[in-house]
């Protein structure tokens, strides 16, 4: 299941030694004419091509779900307790 997987970025896991973070755009994610998604993968190992994790957002969530990571930096992150 799942149809063309066409990677955007990768990048360091924090906290890990080899973790990756890899985001993607998925195409027909649960069989022919669902719609696409962005993944996101996360592999505590450098191969990303293998997620341990996934989370696939359809697009019409994307705005919501960057206002929420967006909050949640605002009100925990060390760096934004001033």
């Known amino acids: ?4 997987n066409t990677i955007l970025t990768k ?25 696409p998604v ?10 990303g091509e293998e997620p341990d994790w996934k989370a696939h957002i359809p697009y019409e969530n994307l705005d919501e779900l960057i206002n929420a990571l967006q909050d949640a930096k605002a009100r925990f992150h060390p760096d934004s307790q001033k």
């Open 11 to 35: 990048f360091a896991l924090a906290g890990t030694k080899n973790g990756i973070i890899s985001i993607s755009h998925l195409e027909e994610p649960y069989g022919n004419g669902s719609f």
């Open 1 to 4: 299941m799942g149809g063309k």
């Open 38 to 47: 962005v993944s996101i993968g996360i592999s505590l190992k450098k191969n």
